[in-house]
């Protein structure tokens, strides 16, 4: 009974994710859980999965971040904008055709830098994370609106939403490139984590930043890095996500951020710091998308989806108090 009890503890995410898999089997006698069924899971959070690993990094390292929805809204438009067909009479660069590694890179370095300035407020400017991210949430907004003057940036090239919306195999049993993409990204993140030194300093910073500084680690230059490392996905995240829509507008990557520190929360990333595993941010990802994709398969309205996130977030910061109540 004990070792079952450590089992649960130590698996929590594990249990609840096999635990609602099989339950949403059983209402749906197997119909949601068909490969194509699995396929539109996997395409659906993928890119949230960037999100994810992003804002699980720096809640590691006990901050957070607003800014995710905005950013990836952003990025997704820079990206777009340099992969619309020249010929398109409403494209941003109309009469240019760029290769396909400009939106690629553009975007990610548009992510790039928002990582790297809310790192700066936060490590150098000494502005609490939730103040500095919701400042930088706006500005994002802001400039998204400016750049593509509200309009959608559409018409883009295929090469470009192939990226995205192909995958690799025999159709029947296809595996979406976005779910490669993200085994490949957790796998690097998973070594800066585990077995990196900058890793152990994030962990250590989460626990006590105070202890860290003392112990010789460059306390600010590391949390530069985390959040730079964070924009640096939400670029990914809005180049592929913009690939797999095909365009971009305003309402791109809308409530990301709840959806990303959500996963992640229920994924084992404690709120105090310190605690958190890649393996774990990957499950809560999922573990949130079967919950949304078994609400809307049932045909249950979408409005409730947001009270059940919502209650997820509450109930799972709740218990998260609770286990590490005694470290705080």
């Not at 396929?39 to 890119?47: D, Q, R």
């Not at 890649?278 to 009270?307: E, K, R």
Request: proline share 2%.
């Amino acid at each position: 009974m004990k070792d079952l009890k450590q089992f649960l503890s130590k698996n929590t995410t594990l249990v609840t994710f096999v635990a609602l898999a099989i339950l949403l089997s059983i209402l749906t006698q197997g119909r949601a859980l068909t490969w194509s069924s699995i396929k539109t899971l996997l395409i659906a959070e993928s890119v949230r999965a960037f999100a994810a690993l992003g804002v699980g990094m720096i809640i590691i390292t006990r901050g957070i971040d607003l800014s995710i929805g905005y950013v990836v809204c952003l990025t997704a438009s820079v990206a777009a904008s340099f992969a619309q067909n020249p010929a398109y009479e409403s494209a941003i660069y109309h009469g240019i055709s760029f290769p396909l590694f400009v939106p690629v890179i553009a975007g990610i370095a548009a992510g790039g830098l928002f990582g790297l300035f809310n790192g700066t407020l936060v490590a150098y400017g000494k502005l609490p994370p939730f103040i500095a991210t919701l400042g930088t949430m706006s500005i994002s907004r802001g400039l998204q609106l400016i750049y593509t003057k509200a309009a959608i940036v559409g018409s883009l090239k295929n090469e470009y939403k192939a990226l995205a919306q192909n995958s690799l195999g025999p159709s029947q049993f296809s595996i979406p490139y976005l779910s490669i993409y993200v085994l490949v990204v957790a796998f690097i993140i998973w070594v800066l984590l585990k077995h990196t030194r900058q890793g152990t300093h994030f962990y250590a910073i989460g626990g006590n930043t105070q202890a860290a500084r003392v112990s010789g680690i460059n306390v600010e230059r590391d949390l530069v890095c985390v959040y730079l490392y964070a924009g640096l996905l939400y670029g990914i995240a809005g180049v592929l996500m913009s690939s797999r829509l095909g365009l971009a507008n305003a309402l791109t990557a809308n409530g990301m951020e709840l959806d990303a520190i959500a996963a992640v929360t229920v994924g084992g990333v404690s709120g105090t710091g310190g605690v958190g595993t890649v393996g774990g941010m990957i499950l809560g990802v999922f573990t949130m998308g079967l919950i949304n994709y078994g609400m809307s398969f049932m045909s249950i309205d979408s409005y409730y989806q947001l009270l059940v996130k919502g209650a997820i977030i509450i109930v799972a910061v709740f218990f998260d108090m609770k286990k590490y109540a005694k470290r705080a």
